[in-house]
């Protein structure tokens, strides 16, 4: 069946396994664009320049936010974090689908902007769960843990406002999921009434 290319908002705490999960699905389809955000966090071990984000100090991301370069932007732990026009524009005149992985504060922005925009929400198991993972991560201080455990519990209650959400219990099962989601969007509509973006 004919692919009609749609725009994806994946969010979900920090800890919740996006990342994992939407590198998982891209295996499967590596045509599935996902966007370089801009942050001004600074990069963490295995991170790279251009790659997993394009850093940015305060005042270059204040400028292009002046300047009107950012479909979107938050803060999100303390940090700028947003997504560059240029980054889905290049994407949608490929005709591919796109993927912004983002917090719910910018997933809801997205949507004022692309209100055919499908929003994807990862949950948690739990919150046990999640603490776990922050902490097994081992990437973040006390502080930093406690700010995106904080974060987590209004996130998660903004599941509900999403289109969809995926568990991520088990890996594979949650990355099937996650996959038979995007194409259903992809191929009918999902289960909603939306358009192409
Ligand atoms: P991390 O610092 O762990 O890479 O990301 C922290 C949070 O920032 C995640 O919840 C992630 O979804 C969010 N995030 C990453 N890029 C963007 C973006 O471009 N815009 C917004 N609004 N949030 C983002």
């Known amino acids: 069946m004919a692919r009609i290319p749609r725009l994806f908002v994946i969010s979900g705490p920090s800890g919740a396994g996006k990342g ?9 389809r590596p045509d599935l664009g996902l966007t370089v955000s801009a942050t001004t966090r600074s990069p963490r071990p295995g991170d790279v320049d251009g790659v997993t984000y394009h850093f940015l100090d305060d005042s270059d991301f204040v ?16 940090h700028k974090y947003g997504t560059l026009r240029s980054e889905v524009d290049r994407r949608i005149a490929d005709g591919k689908s796109v993927i912004l992985e983002i917090d ?15 929003l994807i929400f ?17 990437t973040e201080d ?16 903004l599941a509900e406002k ?3 959400r995926v568990v991520n219990d088990d890996l594979s099962q949650a990355t099937d999921e996650l996959a038979a989601l995007i194409d259903s969007y992809e191929t009918t509509g999902g289960n909603s009434n939306h358009g192409s973006y």
């Open 122 to 138: 990862i949950e948690p198991p739990s919150m046990e769960v999640l603490e776990a993972r922050l902490r097994g991560r081992g």
């Open 162 to 164: 999403y289109d969809a």
């Open 142 to 157: 006390e502080a930093s843990i406690e700010l995106r455990l904080a974060n987590a519990r209004q996130e998660v209650a």
């Open 63 to 78: 400028a292009r936010v002046e300047r009107g370069e950012f479909l979107e932007w938050a803060d999100v732990h303390g």
């Open 20 to 28: 994992t999960l939407l590198s998982r699905v891209r295996e499967s």
């Open 104 to 118: 719910v504060q910018g997933a809801f922005n997205v949507r004022k902007v692309y209100p055919d925009a499908v």
